[in-house]
Nanobody
Framework: QVQLVESGGGLVQAGGSLRLSCAAS????????MAWFRQAPGKEREFVAA????????YYADSVKGRFTISRDNAKNTVYLQMNSLKPEDTAVYYC?????????????????WGPGTQVTVSS
């Protein structure tokens, strides 16, 4: 089992940047595929980015390609989401997820573990 805690959210102006972190506890973090999702008010939780436990490609939603970068540091049990060129439509609660079969777009229903989320608000 793994516990996840996100941090790094906040209020930023359009065009700005934020770096989200997801700290994981548990012995098997390095063997979990990890992902970021987001959920805006009144909308379903949507896939943002995923990174495999080992070598392999990362995956991004079309809406964030070229602006967001997912990475992980297995020594620190942490996964990151660097968000650049932020837009007001990026405003949402961002969630870290773990333990799923990685694919181009990861369905939220396939994720076994979730963090509580961190709010990101982008003002215009």
């Amino acid at each position: 089992q793994v516990q996840l805690v996100e941090s790094g959210g906040g209020l930023v102006q359009a065009g700005g940047s934020l770096r989200l972190s997801c700290a994981a506890s548990g012995r098997s973090f390095s063997y979990y595929n990890m992902a970021w999702f987001r959920q805006a008010p009144g909308k379903e939780r949507e896939f943002v980015a995923a990174i495999p436990w080992g070598s392999g490609p990362t995956y991004y939603a079309d809406s964030v390609k070229g602006r967001f970068t997912i990475s992980r540091d297995n020594a620190k049990n942490t996964v990151y989401l660097q968000m650049n060129s932020l837009k007001p439509e990026d405003t949402a609660v961002y969630y870290c997820g773990a333990d799923f079969a990685i694919r181009v777009v990861v369905p939220a229903g396939n994720v076994k573990y979730w963090g509580p989320g961190t709010q990101v608000t982008v003002s215009s």
